[in-house]
């Protein structure tokens, strides 16, 4: 048995390494990529374009559409051809902010570091007000503080617990961490995310917010998540952005957790706090909003696609740095040094620049769902308008003929940490083709890869209707510890020389995949959730 147990793997071995040879890689073609990336980079000026000049890109913001607009221009200025700007819709609201200054005026007066959370209202002009405590978890906690916060600030939250920095913010994988990531971890039975458990978080800040309402305080100040210290805040919205949900009519601000702290403890302490608030908001109609498209033609297999993106929107309070400038910028600087190039690919390689994708990837799920494939649309309270494309109860996948035609889609959204390997999203099929498109960058640290997948950003969406949609491995630098959603997520946090590496990396992977003979294999689509089996009356009433 042990014999033919080793006869067994070293036939696998062979038969890999088969597989990994019948790949072509074109080493002439990375070294000329290699050099046009590390010497000619344009990733410098690229950054300072979008993060300088344009700054934080929320969707729906007059600098989304000055977003749009640049990266489009920047791609048609490469020589990419039909760069254009795609529609997408309805959103909703459009927000953005103009002023905001919190400061302490009794017992002690201290400006604060403060952010408007987005989509909720300014003050109209400043306010001054008595701090009042409010910890509010669930809506069996509303009656407690009904009738005292109308014409108060409510100071709302629990008190966290701000410990020393004892680890360093600044991290790169290591060997060991590289391994465990490579070691494939079986699925739960439960999801890590739950659409249910999202649905009831947006509930409870609607029937937060109808509550503020009817109290009418002059603002709500909250502190930033976790144990983030030092000036770094987190912020993200405060209302909703859809025209069919009831609009935020209260002020919400974050500011730093050691000054919420200070306020906190003074009004525990039983001493009166006083602070003035001045926040200036705007809003706008923003139903249409855009994705950048932009391609290099292909040759014999030009009806066939190879895809690279990025989701270009941000949130609001830094200028979109690594979450996902970087991203952005990465995936615009290898389609720059293909087109420098002079390359002429087999398929046509497009690249597209996402909006939406804070709200839930809503750009590319639209571009995704009138090009490749679509779930029914769902009803119920809450569900009207919202994309299915990724909700499996919705119904099955109905692919498009568009689709068929893709090879592969790229994405980069993990911040400004150099590429260390690619998530499979359990495609074994691919692993052979990755560890020779891998083999010419060892010596930049690229060399692992995982059957693991993983969330959060736009590959989803292809993924979603069969299409094969990677994710790279990233080095976290700061991504989670200072920069991801927060007010540090800003130019100076760029590793250009990580950037530059993403950049060739990406550029030679996307050419590989463009003129491969074959179309990249594919996994089954993931089919719709069964339904639950239906209930008798007294079992109802039991549950």
Not at 73 to 84: I, K, V, Y
Request: proline share 6%.
């Amino acid at each position: 048995m042990r014999l033919l147990i080793i006869c067994f793997l070293l036939l696998s071995s062979v038969v890999f390494s088969l597989a990994q040879a019948q790949e072509k890689v074109d080493l002439g073609m990375v070294t000329k990529i290699r050099y046009e990336g590390f010497r000619n980079s344009h990733l410098r000026e690229l950054a300072e374009g979008l993060l300088e000049s344009i700054g934080p890109r929320l969707t729906g913001s007059p600098n989304m559409k000055r977003a749009n607009e640049w990266t489009r221009d920047q791609l048609a200025s490469f020589g990419l051809a039909n760069a254009h700007l795609e529609a997408w819709g309805p959103f909703g609201r459009g927000w953005s902010n103009d002023y905001v200054n919190v400061r302490m005026i009794a017992p002690d007066v201290q400006t604060f570091i403060a952010y408007s959370k987005a989509w909720t209202p300014g003050t109209n002009g400043a306010v001054k007000g008595d701090c009042v405590r409010a910890d509010i978890k669930t809506k069996q906690d509303f009656p407690k503080y009904h009738g005292k916060l109308t014409g108060k600030i409510v100071i709302l939250g629990d008190m966290p617990e701000v410990k020393p920095i004892v680890e360093a913010p600044y991290v790169r994988y290591t060997d060991k961490s590289l391994t465990d990531i490579a070691n494939y971890e079986v699925p739960s039975e439960k999801p890590a995310f739950s659409p249910a458990d999202a649905q009831r978080r947006q509930q409870f800040q609607r029937d937060l917010n109808q509550f503020f309402a009817e109290e009418k305080p002059l603002a709500v100040i909250d502190h930033s998540r976790g144990n983030a210290g030092g000036g770094t805040v987190f912020v993200q919205s405060g209302g909703p952005y859809q025209k069919g949900q009831p609009q935020a009519t209260v002020p919400q601000i974050t500011i730093a957790v050691e000054q919420w702290d200070r306020v906190a403890r003074l009004l525990e302490d039983k001493k009166p706090v006083q602070l003035e608030v001045d926040v200036r908001n705007n809003w706008s109609d923003a139903d249409e909003q855009y994705d950048t498209l932009a391609e290099i033609p292909g040759t014999d297999k030009k009806d066939e696609v190879v895809m690279l993106g990025a989701h270009l929107d941000s949130w609001h309070t830094g200028t979109g740095a690594t979450d996902n400038g970087a991203g952005s910028l990465v995936m615009m600087e290898a389609v720059r040094i293909l087109e420098a190039l002079g390359v002429k690919p087999r398929r046509t390689i497009r690249i597209g620049l996402w909006s939406g994708e804070e709200e839930g990837l809503l750009g590319s799920q639209w571009y995704v769902t009138h090009h490749f494939g679509s779930r029914p649309p769902m009803t119920g309270p809450g569900l009207e308008g919202v994309p299915t494309l990724r909700r499996r109860e919705a119904g099955p996948v109905t692919v498009k003929p568009e689709q068929s035609k893709v090879s592969v889609y790229f994405n980069i959204d993990n911040g400004t940490g150099k590429v260390r390997g690619v998530y499979l999203q359990e495609n074994a099929a691919v692993q052979p083709i990755f560890e020779a498109w891998m083999q010419p960058f060892k010596d930049l640290g690229m060399d692992t890869l995982t059957m693991r997948d993983t969330g959060g950003t736009d590959h989803l969406s292809f993924d979603a209707v069969g299409i094969p949609g990677f994710q790279f491995i990233q080095d976290p630098i700061e991504y989670e510890t200072r920069t991801h959603h927060s007010n540090m997520d800003v130019f100076d946090r760029l590793q250009f020389d990580d950037l530059r590496q993403i950049s060739v990396i990406v550029a030679d992977f996307v050419y590989n995949a463009a003129m491969r003979d074959e179309m990249f294999p594919r996994k089954p689509i993931e089919k719709e959730l069964p339904k639950p089996p239906e209930q008798k009356p007294d079992e109802e009433q039991r549950q």
